[in-house]
């Protein structure tokens, strides 16, 4: 009889039984937040195993997670209403915590435009090379750029998903498996790097540089994907700021040690990656060495994970980039539009014709210096557009959980609210920063050495990221309501128009590189605003499907 009662928990007694153990084990602890927790509460209370087994139950165990899914309803009990809401709302951060929290997310950008007024020539961090060294260098950074940044996107998407439900052992893996990613990647960019410059008859020194520069950069953007994730601006802020101190000191102020500028200039680099790496690494030990979670005690206890320990079920790591491939494409090509045009300026060098340098492309700064430096009109709009966007999810989770089904235009008022907002603060932010910046073009010709070439590019460029701002604006109401294939195609197809369209403006002049950056920007702006229009139209929908 014990044996065919053991089968059947869902008879009315077994139920009875379970609800009578459920409220006495909440008397007794009002949250309970694992499964272990009402095992020991079990015994405790004094049941024994035979009670339970005449009610369809093997063990303790089977009866603990029978109770599990339901000690909310109990745990709830007696609470105010207000309360009970209050514990899913999510705190909005401050406006001068945005803030700074913009400032932060474009401070690599904005350290290396100060090096451009320093220094005169471009963004990246070489002067006073020759223009081999140069090239070699910088190639591998650009290089080291796009590999890396499909695999920060992917890592990005999936830390925050498991980071939010406190799933330390996937955290875990997912660290480890982009590290194995990364050094994949990077491993067969530098093969191909070694085999292309066999092929060109490139130097074997400058082939090291360019590959030393592409491990460079790869490692210390995959160590500060957890930096980002984690959104540790202030030791982001921190780290940069060593840095640009470090390479600068060193290479102004160590001629005396070190004579020649090439062998100052790499030291610096090397100075400037290792306090580059220490809050990276820091961080990295934190996460590592945790194998706990930590509970929270004002959330029901279903937000909380069923066990403490980081040993949790291993998923397919091919399932998951699967997942976040369109996040990957979109980062990926979003860069190679805003860099190709550069790129193409090495290959329609006058300079490798002219002088040759033993390579099929040269390091262009006169292109450089116009096209680096209109990248200013992106820094506002970059600040505002976090700033504004930040909290949204967060204000539309604590309205949705005070509101009806059939109230959920209020949900959609204030989105589209937000979103004429955003375009309107960007519109004036990049319009005003592109007319300061060429009304200064004067005073910026008297510190840095621009020729008439690079004021025609900024120029240009300037115009193309007044669009280029209103494609970020629009990009991130898209990822919010989850069009990435959109954003994933639309920048595939404008970093193809900067490559096909640079090679044919290039005819005419490398300088012309520049109007297939701006027909790329201005595809990018116009489309994304249309599709983000019709997205807004159907906004009710998609909200209610995601917040209601």
């Known amino acids: 009889m014990l044996t065919t009662k053991s089968q059947n928990t869902s008879s009315r007694e077994s139920r009875i039984f379970a609800q009578k ?17 009402i095992v020991v509460l079990l015994e405790c209370l004094g049941y024994r195993k035979e009670t339970l087994m005449q009610f369809g139950f093997a063990d303790f165990h089977a009866l603990a997670n029978y109770i599990y899914d339901s000690l909310d309803m109990y745990e709830m009990k007696g609470k105010s209403k207000d309360l009970f809401i209050e514990s899913f709302t999510m705190e909005i951060p401050s406006l001068k915590k945005r803030l700074v929290g913009g400032i932060g997310m474009i401070f690599p950008l904005l350290g290396s435009l100060a090096l451009l007024f320093i220094t005169g020539v471009s963004l990246w961090m070489a002067w006073g090379l020759p223009i081999k060294i140069t090239t070699a260098f910088l190639g591998g950074v650009f290089l080291g750029l796009v590999i890396t940044e499909g695999t920060l996107q992917v890592f990005n998407r999936l830390f925050l998903f498991y980071n939010e439900q406190t799933n330390m052992g996937e955290v875990k893996r997912l660290q480890k498996r982009t590290y194995a990613l990364v050094a994949v990647v990077l491993s067969a960019s530098v093969c191909t790097l070694f085999a292309v410059g066999y092929v060109l008859h490139i130097p074997l020194n400058l082939v090291s540089i360019m590959a030393l520069s592409t491990v460079t950069i790869s490692l210390h953007r995959a160590s500060y994907m957890i930096i980002y994730a984690l959104k540790k601006l202030g030791q982001l802020i921190v780290a940069y700021s060593a840095a640009f101190a470090s390479l600068l000191l060193v290479y102004y102020l160590g001629s005396t040690i070190i004579p020649d500028n090439v062998t100052r200039y790499f030291v610096g680099l090397i100075a400037a990656f290792v306090a580059l790496s220490v809050f990276s690494i820091y961080q990295h030990y934190m996460v590592l060495k945790a194998n706990t979670v930590t509970i929270s005690a004002d959330k029901p206890h279903f937000y909380n994970p069923l066990s403490r320990t980081d040993k949790t079920i291993k998923s397919k790591f091919i399932v998951q980039l699967w997942e976040v491939i369109m996040y990957s494409i979109y980062g990926t090509f979003y860069l190679a539009t805003m860099f190709a045009d550069r790129v193409l300026s090495w290959i329609y060098n006058p300079l490798v014709a002219q002088e040759g340098f033993g390579l ?22 970059t600040i505002i557009q976090y700033v504004m966007m930040e909290p949204v999810h967060m204000h539309m989770n604590n309205v949705s959980i005070n509101i009806k089904v059939s109230e959920a235009d209020v949900l959609v008022g204030y989105f589209k609210n937000i979103y004429k907002k955003l375009l309107l603060l960007t519109l004036l932010s990049s319009v005003t920063t592109a007319l300061v910046l060429n009304l200064a073009e004067p005073y910026i010709m008297s510190h840095v050495t621009f020729s008439q070439t690079s004021m025609h590019v900024l120029q240009v460029a300037s115009i193309a990221n007044v669009f280029l701002s209103f494609f970020t604006a629009n990009a991130l109401l898209l990822m919010l309501t989850n069009k990435i294939k959109f954003l994933a195609i639309v920048t595939m197809i404008s970093a193809l128009i900067v490559v096909v369209g ?13 109007f297939a950056y701006l027909i790329a920007s201005v595809f990018l702006g116009v489309t994304s605003t249309i599709y983000a229009r019709k997205v807004i139209k159907n906004a009710g929908s998609i909200l209610f499907s995601r917040m209601m």
């Open 502 to 514: 640079g090679i044919i403006f290039a005819q005419y002049g490398f300088e012309n590189l520049v």
């Open 21 to 37: 153990v459920a409220r006495s084990i909440i008397e007794v602890q009002p949250t309970v937040n694992n499964i272990a927790d």
């Open 360 to 381: 099929p492309f040269a390091f262009n700064s006169v292109y450089h210096a116009g096209a680096d430096l209109a990248l200013v009109i992106l820094l506002p709009a």
